[in-house]
């Protein structure tokens, strides 16, 4: 119903002004309502502060809602692509369902700028680029920190689905460079009741420190009772687990929790000088004023996502014309050679190898002081 | 594994056990009453936690919706079957209990979320919120399938677990949600420490059992009950009107797990769907216990709470797995020692 209107305005738009004969499109699928919502609406209100213009030509942004569910998301991707001839697809925030939308990407042969982490076999790679920090990225900021304080044993308590999986492998390819050493591999579910035989496993191992895989408000259950049963370690946690809410959940004892994230969420904090600071506190300001919903590194993926678009359309609009197969294809290439693209969350450069384009520049350590995630000194 | 281990997983089982407990009575009591598998049992606790933790933040809780849109629906299905008869003077009393009741529950939640009140009037209010769905569950999706099959008013289980999950994810969003704990005092015992919450859980179910155990064995309405249970053709010859004891049944659940998700929104994070998983290792408690008894059905509880606790210390990758899967031996035990009772029969 929304985007039916907004089809609308863009027709009207089109029909009011002969010079928007080269609309760039950009058709978005997101997790805008369903489990995933919560993490969506932050993707979705990013794109009512995206410019009118990029790279010189109008933008049309088509954002359709898939219920946090793979099925919608693969439908919105082929309506997007058939029915709005979009130029670029961009979505969604689960992995399912961006791996959905990876499939109509390929098959149309449109670019998909993905908002979630995504891995991707080499055939499906092609057409697909790739926003966030992959998790290796992320747990390798984790590893450096417990190499520095020289800590040699780590307990990993994590969720019993593919995202504690994730977490757990992501730290154990960073151990031989961290020197340390996993010590337990407990699992629970983010709806569970009660963690304690878990953490009662991981105090009686008595490890250095201990490393969560959980995600959002679902983090907050081990690092409760960890503390509660006394452990004085560390606790790192995942980029997943940096929202507010964790922090409503933990409360007091959530107070020195330590997670890798985007340097957007702290922009303001950041050293002078650092090359993401002034374009991300400067959105964060802006978000934050529009939709007071706290810091999080959500809406700023859609932000990059289009600055990669635009980095990328430049290039493109000098060999084809938006709407057609040339553009979608020139517009892929451009997007595989953009070079030192400044986001909000990194300096992307992307190659035929490297379809993600971050360095370490892409995250930063953030812990809960006084009830707010700050930069770590 | 130490002793003092042994002794925290114990501890811990026993808390959860006792939950698991409650809710395995409160399934029984359903099934026995009415044949309904009650899945959305679980989502009284999920509401009820839910409801006080956006109480303490002096947030307006979406429970408020759902019973005044609830009322709504069962007024309208008994107020056109009651025009329909032209049976008028039923009419005050389906606008009284289905209509005003609701909306002056509304109307105090309304009042009370912003006063900040004492820890006591708030639960008062969630068990106000929360206890009257269950006769209002019960009169929209079940009293009218009343004598179908178990098969399908289980298949009406489901939908209704799938509604009330859904509302759920729409009025209290995807995040979960903690209470502040009733007290900060912990008791030493050794190498324990138990604290005032899990203590709570343990006595409150021990006084809901034996006031279920009163109820039953020397009010009328719990005669009633258990006549229904015995036999409903009985009890319906002897003028027991058993769409009463249906939505008696209900009631008695909804306040159970209104009390379950009181006493655990302190204790860990709940999310909308944490219910469910809850209300069905309560069933499997039920069934450990043979479905028929219950200080039988509360011992199975208690022992997959035990079994849940030390499993997730030795190999916590497999708890679900474990705990569920212990229902196949038992059931096998069971088929081959018992003797099969005459189900009752489809008619």
Redesign the interface.
């Known amino acids: 119903m929304k985007f039916k209107s907004w089809i609308g305005a863009g027709l009207a738009a089109a029909f009011a002004s002969t010079a928007a004969l080269a609309e760039i499109t950009i058709g978005i699928s997101i997790a805008a309502t369903?489990?995933?919502?919560?993490l969506g609406v932050h993707y979705k209100n990013a794109f009512e502060l995206m410019p009118k213009t990029i790279a010189g030509e109008p933008v049309k942004f088509i954002v359709l809602d898939n219920a946090s569910d793979a099925t919608n998301a693969a439908r919105n991707g082929r309506k997007l692509v058939t029915e709005d001839k979009v130029d670029v697809l961009m979505g969604s925030n689960g992995v399912p369902a961006t791996m959905a939308l990876a499939q109509v990407a390929n098959e149309s042969k449109t670019p998909l700028v993905t908002l979630s982490p995504a891995t991707l076999s080499p055939e499906n790679f092609n057409w697909v680029f790739i926003v966030p920090q992959p998790t290796e990225l992320m747990m390798d900021a984790v590893a450096k920190d417990v190499k520095k304080r020289n800590l040699k044993t780590l307990g990993y308590?994590g969720f019993?689905d593919g995202w504690g999986d994730l977490v757990y492998k992501a730290t154990e390819s960073h151990a031989a460079a961290g020197g340390y050493r996993l010590v337990t591999?407990?699992?629970?579910?983010?709806?569970?009741?009660?963690?304690?035989?878990?953490v009662?496993?991981i105090i009686?191992a008595n490890p250095d420190g201990v490393i969560v895989g959980g995600s959002?408000?679902?983090g907050?259950?081990p690092q409760i009772a960890l503390r509660e049963r006394g452990y004085k370690g560390p606790i790192y946690h995942n980029h997943g687990t940096v929202?507010a809410?964790f922090i409503?959940?933990g409360?007091k004892l959530a107070e020195g929790a330590i997670a890798p994230t985007g340097p957007v969420v702290v922009a303001d904090e950041l050293p002078a000088g650092y090359a993401t600071k002034a374009l991300g506190a400067e959105f964060m300001k802006r978000y934050e004023a529009k939709f007071n919903l706290g810091r999080n590194a959500f809406a700023a993926y859609s932000y990059d996502a289009v600055l990669l678009v635009e980095a990328a359309a430049r290039e493109a609009l000098k060999k084809a014309r938006p709407g057609t197969a040339e553009f979608r294809a020139a517009m892929r290439d451009a997007l595989e050679n953009v070079k030192n693209v400044v986001g909000t969350h990194a300096v992307y450069s992307m190659s035929p190898t490297n379809h993600n384009g971050m360095d370490e520049r892409a995250r930063v350590l953030v812990e809960v002081r006084d009830g707010q995630w700050r930069l770590m000194k | 594994?130490?002793f003092d281990?042994a002794l925290?997983?114990g501890q811990?089982g026993v808390?959860?056990g006792a939950?698991y407990a409650l809710l395995a009575l409160a399934l029984l009591l359903v099934f026995t009453v009415t044949r309904v598998i009650f899945v959305p049992q679980g989502e009284f606790i999920s509401y009820a936690a839910l409801s006080l933790a956006l109480l303490q933040a002096g947030r307006m809780p979406g429970t408020v919706y759902v019973l005044v849109i609830g009322g709504l629906v069962a007024a309208l299905f008994d107020g056109v079957i009651a025009v329909r008869a032209g049976a008028w003077r039923r009419l005050p009393r389906i606008v009284l209990v289905y209509l005003v009741l609701p909306l002056l529950m509304a109307a105090i939640t309304w009042w009370a979320v912003p006063q900040k009140l004492a820890l006591g009037w708030q639960v008062l209010i969630v068990l106000g919120l929360v206890v009257p769905l269950g006769p209002i569950l019960y009169r929209v999706a079940y009293q009218p399938l009343a004598s179908a099959s178990v098969l399908v008013l289980f298949i009406v289980s489901m939908a209704a677990h799938y509604v009330l999950t859904g509302l759920g994810?729409v009025f209290f969003?995807?995040?979960?949600?903690?209470a502040?704990p009733f007290s900060d005092f912990q008791l030493k015992l050794g190498v324990l420490t138990i604290s005032a919450q899990s203590m709570l859980v343990v006595a409150a179910t021990l006084v809901i059992m034996v006031l279920l155990w009163l109820l039953f064995g020397r009010s009328i309405y719990g005669k009633a009950l258990r006549a229904t249970a015995i036999n409903r053709t009985g009890a319906r010859l002897v003028g027991i009107p058993t769409g009463l004891s249906g939505s008696l049944s209900f009631t008695l659940a909804a306040f159970i797990g209104a009390v379950s998700g009181v006493l655990?929104a302190p204790?860990?994070?709940i999310?909308y769907?944490?219910g469910f998983?809850?209300g069905l290792k309560g069933f499997v408690g039920a069934i450990l216990g043979g479905m028929g008894s219950y200080p039988l059905a509360a011992l199975g509880a208690l022992s997959l709470g035990l079994l849940?606790?030390?499993?997730?210390?030795?190999a916590?990758?497999y708890?679900?797995v474990i705990v569920f899967t212990i229902i196949i031996p038992v059931l096998v035990w069971r088929s081959l020692t018992s003797h099969h009772a005459v189900e009752d029969e489809e008619e």
């Open positions: 369903g489990p995933q919502a919560s308590i019993s591999n407990e699992r629970y579910a983010r709806n569970d009741t009660s963690v304690v035989g878990q009662l496993k009686a959002g408000t679902g907050a259950l929202n809410e409503k959940v409360g | 594994m130490t281990i925290w997983l811990d808390t959860n939950i994810l969003g995807g995040e979960g949600l903690r502040p655990i204790i860990t994070t999310y769907d944490t998983l809850i849940e606790s030390f499993s997730s210390f030795w916590s990758a708890k679900e």
